[in-house]
């Protein structure tokens, strides 16, 4: 190379033109920048060399100017049309005089750097370029489109983001969705971060953490603060499907206009009964209402007619598909998310006081110990009377009300069938019983539910009606979900009476108690003391009641059973599976506001009862909050006695976290 030749090299990948000075040693040579830099290179590091003129390191800036003006992609597009058909190759040189018709060193420059840049119409192959086929570069530019657009949405969605962070109002893309989609199930499933939501992070200047993830979901209010992960992580449906509702809508607008669903069998009609639905005030599902019927000879029948929700479905239809797929009503302390559409489950499903609807009514006459003596079940038309609360009922037995001597009479055989129950084995365990609701984001209460008489007769009521069911399905070999419970060994009764009665007694029975079964032949129930039993009063909020409801209705028609044994062993096996996991939402969720509750109260003292020990050596007890009927692990840091009563407050709480720690507090005397 000669002295004042010009060379293009790169530096850290960057494009260089210098001007050749002199040779430095064997190999190497030394050219100037248009900076007045030297730099020592290598002839084979050279990847273009400007011939035919010479230069100075001055010169360098006004040729690089002067090429800026000829570097036009759209004159490479009609070279490649001219070559593209005969695939005929090309060097800078002859481009240059292709598209400049001159071949001057600044135009073959200007087609060289036209040529290397180029990523759509030729390739380099040694010195040479040649024209890629029609397809490839069709292809190409669809890539190049398909980026482009990607590029734009990303920064569009990026423009969103933090005008919705910066507090404006902003109408997500669908693709914007998706994005933040990733985000939401990394908050979720924290194992393996996506890339996508990390990049978000970095971009708007947050870390990569999933505290950081979650945060952004709230500041951008797309989750609330107190957003129900334990929910979000099932896969219980929040909402349901557009046919489901539809299919409801439609029942609801059909009934609106007296079109009645054909009843496949005649109704014994009951509209003369007196009766009574009780229940919580809050309580929107009506599915059981009481009544009781004189008889001639002046014996009394007990009536529980039980809500009728599968006149309005059918075997294997959208609802019965999708109440299948819920399995029961999920009841949280923000609310109910339930098993059928609202307008049907609260409206034309539940027993609606002052109307006719439509029920499953077992009547039972009890003997003198309250066994059954006798029962009948039937399709029926009912018209409850009273819609009262626990609190109306209570008041009533407490006032002796004369006018609504039912009432009294139920009450007097809920205790006959209690010890009835009691003398055939039953395992009666009372512990408190708390309810938490929530209101509005930060309104957490706890009410603790009185161990009442209406509560007790209702419950009574209840499992004798699913006593009968479980003896109906039982003598006509109809498979249903029976339950039972294994016979638990529980402590000699020498021991127990040494414990403190009430909770602490509980406690100690109940962690004897196995857990409850579910199968398609009756199984002994040990803690309700019953041969047989199928659970029936729950058909709108509970899919197994619903499954028994459709095979004792058409037992009672005289039609074929619309569940075999085997399909009915195949959905009970896949709605006991979601039944546990709705459990586990509600119990995780209940956790939840609890730790939230005392968090709101950790300047208050609890008295609390010491029930038994979960590892004597480690001093870790459980213990009981008698006021709101909790429970929590706690670790003593002294020897406490069972059934002792000491304060306690609220040292740490981490709702989120899952964490909550007590101290002691010792009260001067």
């Not at 190759?89 to 180029?118: K, N, R």
């Not at 996508?196 to 993830?213: D, F, H, M, P, Y």
């Not at 489901?244 to 009934?255: D, F, G, K, R, T």
């Not at 529980?490 to 009430?502: D, F």
């Amino acid at each position: 190379m000669e002295k004042g030749t010009l060379v293009e090299f790169k530096v850290n990948g960057d494009r260089r033109l210098a001007v050749i000075e002199k040779p430095e040693g064997k190999k190497d040579w030394i050219a100037i920048d248009k900076n007045g830099t030297n730099h020592k290179i290598r002839p084979q590091k050279i990847d273009y060399l400007v011939e035919g003129e010479t230069f100075k390191s001055s010169d360098i800036e006004k040729f690089s100017q002067e090429v800026e003006k000829y570097l036009d992609p759209s004159s490479l597009e009609i070279a490649w049309e001219l070559l593209m058909e005969e695939s005929t190759p090309i060097t800078p040189a002859e481009l240059a005089g292709l598209i400049f018709s001159e071949e001057t060193p600044l135009l073959c420059y200007a087609s060289y750097l036209l040529l290397s840049e180029d990523k759509i119409y030729f390739k380099k192959k040694g010195d040479i370029y040649e024209p890629r086929s029609a397809t490839q570069v069709e292809e190409i530019k669809h890539q190049i489109d398909i980026e482009t657009q990607k590029r734009k949405e990303k920064e569009e969605f990026f423009t969103r983001l933090n005008q919705a962070l910066a507090g404006e109002e902003i109408s997500w893309t669908d693709n914007d969705l998706v994005k933040l989609d990733f985000v939401e199930r990394w908050v979720l499933q924290p194992d393996n971060p996506p890339k996508q939501v990390q990049e978000i992070l970095e971009n708007i200047g947050r870390s990569k953490t999933v505290q950081e993830a979650w945060q952004l979901l709230i500041d951008l209010k797309l989750w609330s603060e107190h957003e129900n992960l334990f929910l979000r992580r099932s896969s219980y449906p929040n909402n349901f499907p557009l046919e489901v509702a539809e299919m409801a809508q439609s029942i609801i607008y059909n009934l609106s206009k007296g079109i009645e669903i054909p009843d496949p069998q005649p109704r014994l009609d009951l509209t003369h009964h007196k009766v009574y639905t009780i229940d919580d005030e809050s309580t929107k599902e009506i599915d059981d209402g009481l009544s009781v019927e004189t008889l001639d000879d002046g014996s009394l029948r007990y009536w529980i007619h039980i809500a009728d929700p599968t006149r309005l479905i059918t075997p294997h239809d959208e609802l019965d598909l999708e109440a299948r797929k819920r399995s029961t009503s999920l009841y949280l302390p923000t609310g109910m998310i339930p098993m059928f559409p609202p307008v049907l489950a609260t409206g034309p499903m539940s027993l609606v006081q002052g109307q006719i609807c439509p029920a499953l009514s077992f009547g039972v006459t009890l003997d003198e110990q309250g066994g059954i003596q006798d029962y009948e079940i039937h399709s029926t038309y009912i018209k409850p009377t009273y819609r009262l609360t626990y609190h109306d009922v209570d008041e009533m037995l407490h006032l002796d009300i004369q006018a609504e001597p039912e009432v009294k009479q139920l009450a007097h055989a809920s205790k006959l069938r209690s010890q009835w129950r009691k003398d055939n084995g039953s395992v009666m365990i009372s512990m408190p019983e708390a309810v938490i609701k929530v209101k509005g984001e930060e309104d957490v209460s706890i009410e603790l539910l009185d161990d009442s008489y209406s509560r007790s007769l209702v419950a009574e009521m209840m499992i004798l009606t699913g006593e009968v069911a479980g003896r109906f399905c039982q003598e006509h070999n109809i498979p249903v979900p029976f339950r039972g419970q294994p016979q638990p060994e529980l402590p000699p009764q020498e021991e127990l009476i040494l414990l403190p009665a009430g909770p602490v007694r509980s406690s100690a029975i109940r962690r004897c108690m196995p857990k409850s079964e579910t199968g398609l032949s009756p199984i002994r129930h040990a803690s309700l003391g019953l041969s047989a039993y199928t659970q029936v009063t729950s058909p709108i909020r509970r899919y197994t009641d619903l499954l028994a409801h459709f095979q004792i209705k058409a037992h009672l028609r005289g039609d074929e059973l619309p569940f075999g044994r085997d399909e009915m062993q195949s959905i009970l096996f896949n709605v006991t599976s979601t039944s546990s996991e709705a459990v586990l939402v509600e119990r995780q969720t209940n956790r939840y506001w609890t730790l939230q509750y005392l968090k709101q109260h950790s300047d208050e003292m609890w008295e609390v009862l010491m029930l038994r020990w979960l590892r004597e050596d480690d001093r870790l007890a459980l213990i009981l909050f008698e006021d709101i009927g909790l429970e929590f692990p706690y670790k003593c840091d002294r020897p406490i006695k069972l059934g002792e009563t000491f304060m306690l407050e609220v040292a740490y709480c981490d709702p989120h976290r899952d964490e909550i720690r007590f101290r002691e507090v010792v009260i001067p005397t």
